[in-house]
């Protein structure tokens, strides 16, 4: 079994870097040598081309994201300078096959998030926005025509995306959704409100979901490098305390313009909604694993480190049940990713697959995020240590694309057979 590498495991930072490659032996000091977060062997479930995409965004992250996150989440800005260098990493479009993207396998989509959110949430958000819900709907909503147009700028990050669906009225009920979508002649007129929208200032592609004149609600994409402007309001949501490196936007639309063939030929009905939902949750299941395997290493190495009553409170019994149960949340966390992404492979994921591994993995990391802040006491609440940006981030994921409760009930209709929705 390897022991230092895993899906996730980087086996690094700070003190642990040194001691994950031997499980559980006693050193010449007399401390345990630590196991990496591999218990269950993912890693040999990898083939060689998963391996190196995660090994490329890995580098990407701790070479390019991690110095400089928290410096931008305190600031509240985004690192737009970054971008082309996330286009060159040739992940956008994720599991996409054509127009330009990288059909990379469903495993190695998921590693992608994985390894961004590890990095930095807001980041990995960015990624989800764009490759996860813009691009993803269009692959499967659009036209032939429309993903010739579109996907091949968004692969290459010329033009970025957003996904423009909650509304300040609508969020958990967004299938009441209110904004409204015009015929006259040959364009749609939009009108409404959107909240909520990550990229929604800065994106080129603005996929608007809204309720036409016969009721059917579809995804209408607004070009802001083209259509006419005018009637378009973005203005960035400030004073958050999670996910703060990525711009989220009030929008309001007052008849907005677009050429009719753009809305999406195969949105009709919220179903279809639902289906680019579920694509794009089981990205942030993955999303999640991250930032439990992020803040986990940074907590074990700093248990490694940090002396109390004398010695270094890793080797407290109570310490390492934390840190126990932070690895038993990952190791199901990871395994239940994995195979969801199998079964995606195989066409086989529904709306309640999605949204089980959404709930067990916001819920699971929350809890880890939250064992790794308490593990550094007091400057788990800094940002010096990552933790804490780990912790506050996993509240947005724990809340965007459903929240628990939603991804619950869901899940609930799916074993009772009843929806307590209606
Ligand atoms: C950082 C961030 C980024 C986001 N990015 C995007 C984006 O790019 N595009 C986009 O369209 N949206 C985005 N969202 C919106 C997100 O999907 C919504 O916030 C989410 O769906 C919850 O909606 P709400 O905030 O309106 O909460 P509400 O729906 O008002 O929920 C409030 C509470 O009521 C509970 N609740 C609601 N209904 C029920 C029920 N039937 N039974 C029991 N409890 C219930 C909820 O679980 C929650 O606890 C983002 C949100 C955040 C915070």
């Known amino acids: 079994m390897s022991t230092s590498r895993s899906v996730g495991d980087t086996g690094r930072r700070g003190a642990a870097t040194d001691e994950v490659a031997t499980p559980s032996r006693n050193t010449s000091d007399g401390f345990a040598r630590s196991q990496g977060t591999d218990f269950f062997a993912t890693d040999d479930l990898l083939t060689a081309e998963e391996l190196s995409i995660r090994d490329r965004v890995r580098a990407f992250s701790d070479e390019q994201l991690i110095p400089v996150a928290n410096d931008y989440w305190e600031r509240g800005e985004f690192p737009r300078e970054l971008v082309p260098r996330y286009a060159e990493l040739a992940v956008a479009g994720g599991a996409i096959r054509n127009y330009g993207c990288p059909g990379m396998s469903s495993v190695a989509d998921g590693l992608v998030a994985l390894e961004l959110a590890r990095g ?104 802001r490098t083209e259509d006419n402007q005018a009637g378009y309001h973005a203005s960035v949501i400030t004073g958050k305390t999670s996910n703060r490196a990525l711009w989220q936007a009030d929008i309001r639309l007052e008849d907005v313009r677009v050429p009719a063939e753009n809305r999406l030929a195969g949105s009709r009905t919220f179903a279809d909604t639902n289906r680019c939902l579920t694509k794009s949750r089981q990205t942030i299941a993955w999303e999640a694993l991250g930032h439990a395997i992020g803040a986990y290493e940074c907590a074990l190495a700093y248990a490694k480190q940090r002396e109390q009553f004398g010695r270094r409170i890793a080797g407290f019994q109570l310490v390492q049940d934390k840190l126990s149960h932070m690895v038993a949340d990952i190791t199901s966390m990871q395994l239940i990713c994995l195979r969801m992404a199998q079964l995606q492979a195989e066409g086989r994921v529904g709306i309640e697959h999605a949204s089980l591994a959404k709930l067990n993995t916001a819920t699971g990391a929350r809890r880890v995020c939250a064992m790794a802040r308490d593990i550094l006491g007091g400057n788990g609440i800094l940002l010096d240590h990552h933790v804490a940006r780990h912790h506050a981030d996993m509240e947005a994921v724990y809340t965007y694309e459903g929240t628990d409760t939603v991804q619950s009930l869901i899940v609930g209709r799916a074993v009772t057979g009843m929806s307590a929705f209606i």
């Open 120 to 223: 930095d949430g807001s980041f990995s958000t960015f990624n989800s926005v764009h490759s996860g819900l813009a691009m993803s709907s269009i692959d499967l909503l659009g036209s032939e025509e429309q993903k010739e147009r579109w996907l091949p700028p968004m692969a290459r990050c010329e033009k970025l995306g957003a996904f423009a669906l909650t509304e300040p009225d609508h969020g958990s009920d967004v299938v009441r959704l209110e904004t409204r979508a015009r015929r006259d002649g040959d364009c749609w007129v939009l009108n409404g409100a959107k909240r909520w929208i990550g990229n929604g200032t800065i994106a080129d592609l603005v996929l608007v979901w809204a309720r036409d004149e016969d009721g059917h609600v579809g995804g209408f994409v607004v070009d």
